[in-house]
């Protein structure tokens, strides 16, 4: 199993770099080291077995650079050896102990291993592995390294044999090597030089990077702490430690005034959170706010983009934000430099320049060895001549020199390497992994127009490497921090010190074949940050807790501490359960069943513990309504088995000590009606209630002539007492005369109101399954027969209210319109609807066109004819219980029963200059002929004063005229879609009448290929025998193109995917115009092509997954 890397060569060409795990016929199941005492092994059954041996032993070293960190076991890379004795007689895997790089144990993993050579016969080999974390539990962690495996020579002098890996270690993979390293009988043979005394010696060399998913405390090793990955924000990641460590600006940033900012939306006030706590935390930084603040959606977090467009987004975005604030300018001081492009006439003394400020400075890298080679081709000169020759205004035509100098080069210096290419082949980007070199010390000198005051001698502070290809990959930035040559590498949450070499020169980039195991697959340098020798103590400076404004530090902390309490409750959110209580205020003005509706009340919310008793949440609630917990009592609300939310008893004597959790029945959230003393009834206490005898019934007073219920509030009655004796309270309630004589009903569930007619007998009587929280309906008697009134009694209310339905009408001609909503009955019919809401909207009905909302997605459907014969219910049927109810509506210009037997028809409009089409929405008859579309064209279009007056219909497909149809052709047999479509335009006056030696020829632009058509195409008369020379006057005056750029044109008629090249002087013959035979059963029809340069705009080549970086707060 090969690793993707050039091996050196070996004795035995059989040898196999793999993982253990992968091996045929080895199954790790244990592993045993060595204690000191006898080695240890295994076989395939996992039982441990004594190996034939000594004790191994084990050695190890580091480098100098490593031997500088504060923790001996987080150095990055180590030399270790393991000496195996009695090797021959080696039948087992074996572990050396283990040497501790990046805080991770790696060990050495030698076994003997056999294999089916060409010849069938088996081969003993000897298995060289490394293995890292091996007897780690965890499935998240990570880390990647190279390694030389060796094989040490027993004789002074000889060389060992040794060979390379590059591998992501991690618990599936956690070890990496050769399972045929050397044959066997090789390492036997003593004239080889490995073996003395059946002892051999095995070295590893191990260089890792900072591991992921386990315990690595970046602050400890580094001093720095990361930035935690969203899921695609590498790029973002490592820019924006690169601008934390640019501390000038990092300065300004604390000082932008951001007092007044909306927290979750300023990309200031969310850029100095992330800044102070990358400052002051000991552990990785979340982003989320900041790509919040910068208006992302959850999806823009999981999406890669190009990190040079997102610095120079986010500079410019700060720009803005500083203007006119203390840090106004901090941007263009700190990063703009000035270039000057010139022209300048070689045989005449005229120079015309521009001079132009730069963020960042693109260079070219292909075909480059270095930086300076780069800057050289910046620069280099351009002679404008022959075609290309520049136009020096009254000088005419001139050879000259074009070119850009360098004016001036910024403190902070971004130079983007163009590793992303167009590639015109593949039609896409593709990335150039070429080996490019840049120094550690820079000197631009010699690319500025003059000297500086200072000179251009850059100290390189960061390189942002990219892994990966076009379509993805990952960006690590290298910094360093203080200038002073002390390298670390940020890997989004992990940061690591590393050497001056592997910040630099690993990632000159390169390809494999021809360069050391240091150049990894696709990773090289994409981006470097050059700060001028002579401002950076300026751009450096250290930045203390004091250069913060302690208003934002103050703000930031009481954000936290915020954050602190939310992230308690979250964790604790478990023990508590919430009440909504709901007072009898709330049910005034219900114009519905029950008492009040869920969904508009305002509850009273309190967070009570589960294990709360009663007694302890009417104390809570008593201290917070101030009211003595005497005077208030608690009715649970319940769903009846009629879907009415009704009152139900809460037996205080039994339940007061219970726990609300038990009480509540787990139910979260617990909705309550809490009862209180009347505020003027003076009385000290709720009266008694006997759960035995007592009922609680509720009433509301209906009102005939305004349509309207009126909450009268509620009483506990005996249930033994007749409905007789509620008349006068309930006439007193509802401020009637006395003795008004009442009709009462029972609302039990929607649409089933009963009246109540034997009033001199008990409740327990008369009321269907009495109940507390029963509601009573009354209204006066005598208006019950009132045939003036549109609904006399509360059950046709009732009724009327059970149909109603809230709907939002929407403007189908404005994407994002909110519409009004209006509350209509389902019962209503196609006109009843369209008159309310021709009266909501100031028109006539017959001027509206209505359409159903789809129900797969938000947008209008199928239009609603206006001879539709159902209800309003049938057009909302699709719609989901609780999704809003929608109906798209157009104003038109004529009725709709005129409409309705016409056929939309969408089309273009030329002009006679043939510059700008304007599309037409006309409505002719359905059953009409190309005739009647003309007709109706004509009342839109202006005319020109010179035409014909007459139109004519083309087709066109692919920005070809195919058809020109005639006038009598019926509309249906036209259809739309695909590739074609149709346009209107006047027919020259020139082109009528046509002669016998005269036709009419499409013509359509093209750019090299013949499929590569273009822009409006056009009919051309052409007369047999007139010279084309003619022919190329009239169109390039038709198409009013001047000389300098028509004389570009090339014509070509084209036939059958060919096309033939004309001359000037070429006579025209009509019969390379007529259609042409072929095999298909339609003649191919040929055309004049126009071939020429397509100066329209070309589309953005986005890749599919990709758009473009937008910060948009």
Not at 17 to 25: H, P, V
Not at 1074 to 1098: C, F, T
């Amino acid at each position: 199993m090969n690793n993707h890397i050039t091996e050196p060569p070996t004795p035995d060409k059989d040898l196999e770099l793999m993982d253990t795990q992968e091996a045929i016929g080895i199954t790790r199941s244990k592993e045993v080291e060595d204690g000191g005492g006898d080695g240890g092994g295994f076989e395939e059954t996992g039982e441990e077995e004594q190996m034939n041996g000594d004790a191994q032993e084990v050695s190890s070293s580091t480098t100098q650079h490593d031997t500088e960190m504060e923790d001996d076991d987080a150095r990055s890379e180590s030399t270790f050896t393991f000496k195996v004795h009695n090797f021959s007689k080696l039948k087992d895997t074996v572990l050396s102990n283990p040497c501790y790089v990046r805080n991770l144990p790696w060990k050495i993993m030698v076994m003997p291993r056999t294999n089916q050579s060409q010849d069938r016969q088996p081969q003993r080999s000897l298995g060289f592995f490394l293995q890292c974390n091996g007897e780690s539990e965890s499935a998240s962690w990570s880390c990647n390294a190279v390694a030389e495996l060796r094989l040490l020579s027993v004789r002074e002098g000889q060389e060992p044999f040794l060979r390379k890996i590059q591998h992501l270690f991690y618990s599936k993979e956690n070890d990496w090597g050769f399972s045929h390293f050397m044959a066997w009988n090789e390492v036997l043979e003593p004239e080889k030089g490995y073996i003395k005394d059946d002892t051999i010696t095995l070295e590893v060399w191990v260089s890792a990077d900072a591991p992921h998913g386990v315990s690595w405390d970046s602050k400890k090793h580094t001093g720095y702490v990361g930035l935690k990955n969203q899921g695609a924000t590498c790029y973002m990641n490592s820019l924006l430690q690169v601008l934390y460590f640019t501390n000038q600006l990092r300065t300004a940033v604390y000082k932008m005034p951001t007092e007044s900012d909306d927290s979750t939306k300023s990309v200031a006030l969310a850029l100095q959170r992330v800044f102070h706590e990358l400052q002051t935390s000991d552990k990785p930084v979340g982003t989320k706010k900041l790509t919040k603040s910068f208006g992302w959606e959850t999806l823009d977090s999981f999406m890669q983009h190009d990190a040079q467009e997102f610095l120079r987004v986010l500079l410019d975005k700060l720009e803005t934000k500083m203007k006119g604030t203390c840090v106004e300018g901090m941007i263009p001081k700190l990063f703009e430099g000035k270039t000057i492009s010139y022209c300048r006439c070689k045989h005449v003394d005229y120079t015309s320049s521009r001079t132009e400020t730069f963020y960042d400075i693109q260079l070219n890298i292909k075909g480059k060895k270095n930086i300076y080679e780069s800057f050289k081709d910046y620069i280099t000169v351009e002679t404008l001549e022959g075609d290309n020759k520049y136009d020096a205004g009254e000088h005419g035509l001139q050879e000259a020199e074009k070119g850009v100098i360098f004016q001036t080069f910024p403190p902070v210096l971004h130079l983007h390497l163009m590793r992303f290419q167009y590639d015109p082949i593949t039609d896409s980007n593709v990335k150039i992994n070429d080996r490019y070199e840049f120094p550690e010390r820079l000197n631009l000198d010699q690319f500025l127009q003059k000297a500086d005051t200072t000179p251009a001698t850059y100290v390189l502070h960061a390189v942002l490497v990219h892994s990966g290809d076009n379509h993805g990959g990952h960006y690590v930035v290298f910094i360093n921090p203080r200038g002073d040559g002390k390298w670390c590498k940020f890997d989004d949450d992990v940061v690591s010190r590393c050497s001056k070499q592997e910040a630099i020169d690993h990632n000159f980039g390169g390809h494999e074949d021809d360069v050391n195991l240091t150049v990894k697959h696709c990773t090289n340098a994409y981006m470097l940050v050059y700060i001028r020798e002579a401002s950076l103590r300026t751009v450096l400076q250290e930045v203390t807790e004091d250069d913060i404004p302690q208003e934002l530090i103050d703000r930031l902390l009481e954000e936290k501490r915020i954050e602190t309490i939310r992230r308690k409750e979250r964790s604790e959110a478990h023990l508590y359960m919430c009440v909504q209580v709901v007072l009898e205020d709330a049910f005034s003005g219900h114009q519905g069943n029950d008492l009040y509706d869920p969904d508009k009340v305002n509850f009273r919310i309190f967070k009570v513990k589960k294990s709360a008793t009663l007694q302890e949440f009417l104390e809570q609630v008593s201290e917070s309504l101030k009211y003595p917990v005497e005077q208030i009592r608690p009715w649970p609300l319940n769903l009846r088995t009629n879907q009415t939310n009704r009152p139900t008893l809460l037996d205080l004597d039994t339940d007061l000590n219970k726990q609300l959790i038990e009480i509540s029945e787990n139910i979260n959230p617990w909705t309550l009606f809490m009862e209180t003393v009347p505020p003027d009834s003076g009385l000290k206490a709720l009266p008694t209630f006997d759960k035995d005898s007592d009922v609680l019934l509720f009433f509301k007073f209906y009102d005939p002539r305004h349509k309207r219920l009126h909450y009268c509030g509620h009483h506990y009655m005996p249930i033994s007492s007749k409905l007789l004796e509620l008349v006068p309270l309930l006439n007193d309630r509802a401020g009637l005369p006395a003795g008004t004589e009442l009709a009462l009903f029972e609302e039990i569930k929607p649409n089933l109101v009963e009246r109540l007619t034997d009033l001199d007998r008990p409740l327990e009587k008369v009321l269907d399954e009495l109940m507390d929280g029963d509601i009573i309906v009354f209204q006066r008697a005598d208006l019950l027969e009132d045939l003036s009134l549109e609904l006399p009694s509360c059950r046709d209310f009732f009724r009327d209210l059970f149909y109603r339905v809230e709907v939002t009408f929407c403007d189908k001609s404005v994407a994002t319109d909110p519409g009004f909503s209006m509350e209509l009955s389902q019962r209503m019919n196609y006109d009843q609807m369209a008159r309310a809401v021709a009266h909501r909207l100031g028109t006539d009905p017959y001027l509206l066109q209505f359409f159903r909302a789809q129900t797969y997605r938000d947008g209008p459907g199928n239009a609603v004819r206006c001879t539709y014969e159902g209800t309003l219910k049938e057009m909302l049927v699709c719609m989901k219980p609780r999704q809003a109810k929608k109906i798209y509506y157009q104003q038109l210009s004529i009725r709709i029963n005129e409409l309705e037997n016409k056929r939309q028809f969408k089309c273009t409009w030329v002009g006679e200059r043939l510059k700008e089409e304007q599309e037409l929405v006309l409505y002719p008859n359905k059953n009409g002929t190309v005739a009647d579309l003309l007709h109706e064209a004509k009342k839109q279009v202006t005319l020109s004063e010179n035409g014909s007056g007459k139109l004519r219909l083309v087709e066109i497909s692919s920005y070809k005229v195919t058809t020109v149809h005639s006038e009598n052709v019926n509309l249906e047999a036209l259809s739309t879609g695909g590739t074609r479509s149709y346009r209107i335009e006047e027919i020259p006056a020139e082109e009528q009448p046509l002669g016998e030696d005269e036709m009419l020829i499409p013509v359509a632009h093209f750019h090299k290929e013949i499929f590569s058509t273009f822009g409006i195409p056009f009919l051309l008369k052409i007369k047999q025998g007139e010279p084309f020379s003619c022919i190329r006057e009239r169109i390039q005056k038709r198409l009013d193109v001047p000389d300098k750029e028509f004389e570009k044109y090339r014509f070509a008629i084209v036939v059958m995917g060919r096309q033939t090249y004309i001359t000037d002087d070429e006579p025209v013959n009509l019969h390379d115009f007529k259609p042409h035979p072929n095999q298909s059963s339609i003649p191919a029809k040929p055309w004049l092509g126009l071939e020429h340069v397509n100066k329209a705009p070309k589309r953005s080549r986005y890749n599919y997954l990709e758009k473009a970086i937008k910060i948009y707060n």
